[in-house]
């Protein structure tokens, strides 16, 4: 089993090959570790032929695992969290669990800041980076996609074997009973001040 990363979703955008057929892959692809060396590149470079030797590397492969993260759905309108423009760079930074459960005031602020940022998120759809990973899973070649990402945007793509290492950002779970339900109803519900 290997792995790949991709630093953006048009890292895997269809791209026409120099023998006229179509890679499922464009230059910006960052590889790590035995993928590196076959295709002799530093990390982070980009190289006019990185999407004809990866096409190349990956036939006849199969139970390959991608490995995703902000990067791959900036493309879909969701921004880099920890990037240039990010969130974080503006001085928001993230609420602990154990504050979260503590501080009555943390949670108020979570979710007053969660109600004006989460319509772009739920609106956020599946780009061609997604596509290209969902299709690789129907052809056997990628067995899996382990997820930093918690949009969801793997699954509405049609992947099935999604491993999201930070949860699903459109569950709730109810912290007293353990109920969990949509996101978007809860938000609703506090949007109507019944939250």
């Known amino acids: 089993m290997l792995l790949l990363t991709t630093r953006r979703a048009s890292s895997l955008a269809a791209k026409p090959t120099a023998s006229g057929g179509a890679s499922p892959f464009k230059a910006r692809v960052t590889l790590g570790g035995k993928l590196e060396a076959l295709l002799q590149e530093a ?28 990067g791959l759905s900036t493309d879909s309108g969701i921004p880099d969290y920890r990037g240039v ?12 669990h154990d504050e979260f459960m503590r501080v009555d005031a943390k949670r108020k602020r979570y979710w007053a800041r969660a109600l004006v940022g989460y319509d772009a998120f739920r609106a956020a759809a599946p780009n061609a980076g997604h596509a290209a990973l969902a299709d690789l899973e129907r052809r056997g070649t990628i067995a899996a996609v382990i997820t930093q990402n918690v949009d969801g945007l793997h699954e509405a793509a049609g992947s099935r074997n999604v491993i999201p290492l930070h949860g699903r950002g459109y569950r709730v779970r109810c912290t007293s009973c353990g109920a969990e339900g949509c996101r978007s109803a809860y938000h609703a519900e506090l949007g109507a001040g019944k939250g």
Do not use: I, M, N, Q
């Open 43 to 70: 990390p982070g470079a980009d190289d006019p032929r990185a999407s004809e030797k990866l096409a190349a590397w990956f036939r006849g492969k199969s139970r390959v695992v991608a490995l995703t993260g902000a």
């Open 85 to 96: 423009e990010g969130s974080y760079r503006k001085g928001h930074t993230p609420v602990s």
